[in-house]
């Protein structure tokens, strides 16, 4: 039995006979469903954090300009190439984190693609990521995540408007976590910049 932190408030006091058949659907995806705009919520929060990291490589490259000489990493030039080269791909990660995160909280087919290529680039970071990214493979590619981003899934919600799912105490916990480590992010990129302002790089 799939375990989700998610309570059905609408349906949960219904018998199975006092249900009709488009609410007797929606029961049984819902918790998968509300799983999956959870995953949304967490990618937005991701693509905000990787966007901060972009932003951090690429002041620090430009702060790197005013070094007067090479150093052990080679010189301004070539710190400022690889530091925008990687600040490049946090941005990309990021704008792609976004697109998909607002997607997947629509139930959009197109960016549940996008997610699946985040999930899998996930796998790399092992061992949490890894775990993390494979639920959240599961959540995009099982027999319920394909019928939650179909258009027959989308008749169902629009036709039982009054059920809603009820987010669990641990999943606020998560992300008021992530919140707080993009919060971190950005005053280390403030902090970043007041120092290059300085010409202290």
Excluded at 16 to 32: A, C, F, K, M, N
Excluded at 90 to 115: C, D, E, N, T
Excluded at 127 to 147: C, D, M, Q, R, V
């Amino acid at each position: 039995m799939d375990q989700n932190p998610y309570a059905v408030e609408a349906s949960t006091y219904l018998a199975p006979q006092e249900l009709t058949d488009v609410e007797s659907i929606r029961t049984r995806y819902l918790g998968h469903e509300a799983s999956v705009k959870s995953m949304g919520t967490l990618y937005l929060i991701g693509g905000v954090f990787s966007l901060l990291i972009s932003l951090a490589y690429i002041i620090a490259g430009i702060g790197s300009l005013n070094d007067t000489g090479p150093n052990e990493f080679g010189g301004p030039t070539l710190v400022l190439l690889v530091a925008l080269a990687v600040g490049a791909g946090f941005l990309s990660l990021g704008v792609l984190q976004i697109w998909s995160g607002i997607g997947v909280r629509k139930l959009r087919p197109a960016a549940r693609i996008g997610a699946t290529v985040i999930s899998a680039i996930g796998l790399l970071g092992f061992p949490i990521g890894t775990l993390i990214s494979a639920y959240f493979l599961y959540l995009l590619l099982s027999e319920k995540g394909s019928y939650v981003f179909s258009d027959a899934y989308k008749q169902v919600i629009a036709q039982t408007p009054h059920m809603r799912y009820k987010t669990s105490i641990l999943t606020w916990i998560v992300v008021i976590l992530l919140v707080t480590l993009v919060l971190l992010v950005i005053v280390i990129v403030s902090l970043m910049t007041r120092v290059s302002g300085r010409g202290s790089w």
